[in-house]
């Protein structure tokens, strides 16, 4: 295997995703502590409480700093080069998070164990597996009082429509939260403290060990041992082709704040995931392997600072080798262009870099030059990436601007942020008065879009709510627009059309888009716009 391969099989480039407070932090700052690549305990996890503390707009920006340095972290383990990319869950919940998730190979689900599956969890899992990316869950916070895990992994099945495999079991929970059996070398897990730092300390006893009735108690063991058979007898098979493919999720029970089950988790994970993944750009598949380099840009960070109106474009490399100043082709600008700062970041600190290869996350300034889905690649290629999808925003507001005579102003600032991807904007063309409808994803956006069309605008916004919570797509049989009349539209449903002239109808609740699909049979209603496809 030559350097480059080598450099390229070793990467894992994965997400982590949770509901707030699952423990997504805590988990992602113990791989970085088992990595080395921070020292202690508590540097991410300060870093997200000050982001917390306040909510007025220097914070806002400070917030947005954070999100730039913590978009992606990189460090090495055990041999592997290891890319965590983040999803902000908290305020900062956005439509970036989910097209983070398009830069992953593969997602670790984090579940609070006395919570099960929570409403984030599923919006994130459901873009997860829209690409079949293999999902493999970390029940948490076993240390505390946890529901039964039978329970918890029947709830992940029906709720989330995914089969599971339990890789380990837990004896007990909370005070009584003994250890785990490992099911694939028999053997029980015994942790007995975690006064190290870095890992649990634990011992491994054979679960017919009479001394390992000692160790958990007679009851316990009883109950363990009939544990194991139900799930011998009832469980999936363990099939690696079907976790692959994002049919089968690997579970896994420990506690991330006391280090048990961290450790050999992550091992676990990085036995069963693949090196970096082929993309798809049309009829062609692009491999990871594939000499040329190529790349494409699934988020755009606008900067916050009015004196750096530049913003940066973040871009998953997809195959071969990204070389600082070489050149390389642009292919929706038609243009060939050197990628200049790229940076890299390492933990919480962002570096200069001078290469990536397959896998690796970069962001470049960019002086708005790029859109969301672009694709990069070694000049002499044409070929484009399959687009990134637009997702359903959640929250919708009516737009104006405050004076009138600023109308002009307040078109551009709204077009330049939307073509960044912070926000969606909606016309109204069929209610007669032409109205501007906002949708995000995260209520925290049109904050930012308030503050910066004040101060890159100098528009002053008058917003108003609307009751709308869902959007879909239409698709017509025929591909020609629908019209209004030919629509039978219940009460509170409002048709709209994006920038583009795609077509879409708000509604306020899921029964409301279940009514309208049953009487418009001609159309289909897409959860994900952008002609995404499978
Ligand atoms: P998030 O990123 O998913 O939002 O969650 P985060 O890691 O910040 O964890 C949320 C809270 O849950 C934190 O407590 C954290 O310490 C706690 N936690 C995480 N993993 C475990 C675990 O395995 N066991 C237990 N018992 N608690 C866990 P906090 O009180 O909000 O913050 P802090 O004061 O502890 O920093």
């Known amino acids: 295997m030559s350097k480059y391969e080598a450099e390229i099989s070793r990467r894992r480039t994965f997400a982590i995703i949770s509901h707030p407070d699952a ?12 990595g080395g690549a921070i020292a202690q305990a508590g540097v991410v996890k300060g870093k997200k409480n000050a982001r917390a503390a306040t909510s007025d707009w220097m914070e806002i920006e400070k917030q947005r700093g954070i999100s730039v340095t913590s978009s992606v972290m990189q460090f090495q383990y055990e041999g592997f080069c290891i890319n965590i990319l983040d999803t902000p869950g908290h305020q900062d919940f956005s439509e970036d998070t989910y097209r ?25 899992f459901k873009v997860c597996a829209m690409r079949d990316i293999p999902i493999f ?21 029906h709720e989330l429509g995914i089969d599971t495999y339990a890789v380990n079991w837990p004896i007990g ?13 028999r053997k029980v897990i015994h942790f007995t403290s975690n006064t190290n730092a870095r890992a649990a300390t634990a011992t491994e006893i054979e679960p017919d060990d009479p001394a390992l009735a000692g160790l958990i108690g007679a009851d316990k063991r009883e109950q363990l041992m009939g544990e194991i058979e139900l799930l011998d007898g009832a469980s999936c098979d363990f099939d690696l082709e079907r976790v692959r493919h994002g049919k089968l999720s ?60 530049d913003r940066i474009a973040f871009m998953r ?5 990204f070389e600082a100043d070489r050149e390389v082709y642009h292919v929706q600008g038609k243009k060939k262009i050197r990628l200049s700062r790229p940076q890299q970041l390492m933990a919480a600190e962002r570096e200069i870099i001078e290469e990536a290869y397959a896998g690796d996350i970069i ?67 069929y209610s007669g008065m032409e109205e501007v409808i906002v949708g995000v994803v995260g209520t925290l956006q049109f904050d930012v879009l308030e503050y910066r069309l004040k101060n890159e605008y100098n528009v002053d916004l008058y917003m108003e709510g609307l009751p709308y919570e869902y959007l879909r797509w239409i698709e017509t049989e025929d591909g020609e627009p629908v019209k209004e009349e030919d629509l039978i539209l219940g009460d509170g449903v409002k048709l709209v059309e994006d920038y583009k002239g795609n077509q879409l109808l708000l509604f306020a609740t899921q029964w409301a888009i279940n009514w309208t699909s049953e009487r418009n049979k001609n159309l289909t209603l897409l959860e994900f716009g952008g002609g995404w496809q499978k």
Not at 105 to 110: C, L, P, Q
Not at 317 to 321: L, N, R
């Open 23 to 34: 423990g997504k932090t805590t988990l992602t700052e113990k791989f970085l502590l088992y």
């Open 250 to 309: 690997p579970v896994f029970f420990g506690s991330a704040l006391t280090n048990f089950g961290v450790e050999p988790f992550l091992e676990e994970f990085l036995r069963m995931t693949t090196a970096p993944l082929p993309r798809k750009a049309g009829d062609e598949v692009i491999d990871s392997f594939d000499p040329d380099f190529s790349a494409f840009v699934f988020k755009i960070q606008a900067n916050m600072n009015k004196a750096h109106r």
């Open 317 to 321: 490399v997809v195959s071969g080798k």
């Open 173 to 185: 929970c909370g005070k009584e939260f003994k250890g785990v059996y490992d099911r694939q070398n």
């Open 363 to 429: 962001g470049v300034f960019d002086p708005g030059i790029f859109s969301i889905g672009d694709t990069l690649c070694t000049p002499g290629k044409k070929f484009r990436f399959d687009p990134i999808p637009t997702f359903a925003p959640e929250h919708f507001r009516r737009v104006r601007p405050l004076d009138t005579m600023k109308r002009k102003q307040f078109l551009k600032g709204m077009e330049q942020i939307a073509q960044e991807g912070a926000i969606q904007i909606f016309k109204t063309p």
């Open 100 to 124: 983070t998730l398009m830069a992953a190979d593969s997602a670790v689900m984090v579940i609070d164990a006395a919570k099960g599956v929570e409403a984030q969890t599923r919006k994130l």
């Open 137 to 157: 869950t970390f029940i948490n916070k076993m240390d505390r009082e946890a529901r039964d895990p039978f329970e918890l992994c029947e709830e992940l099945e």
